[in-house]
């Protein structure tokens, strides 16, 4: 879950600090790419 607004994000049950925070542009909601490249794609990439 990622909080628009906030750098806190909620990964597997348990938060997580994120150097940025989620907006909301357009009806769209942008998370940074140290978000992705963090708790994305190593998820991911494990399985």
Do not use: P, W
């Amino acid at each position: 879950m990622v909080r628009v607004g906030s750098g806190m994000l909620v990964v597997n049950g348990s938060e997580k600090m994120s150097a940025s925070a989620a907006v909301i542009i357009n009806d769209r909601t942008y998370v940074g790419k140290d978000v992705v490249d963090q708790f994305l794609m190593s998820n991911t990439m494990m399985k």
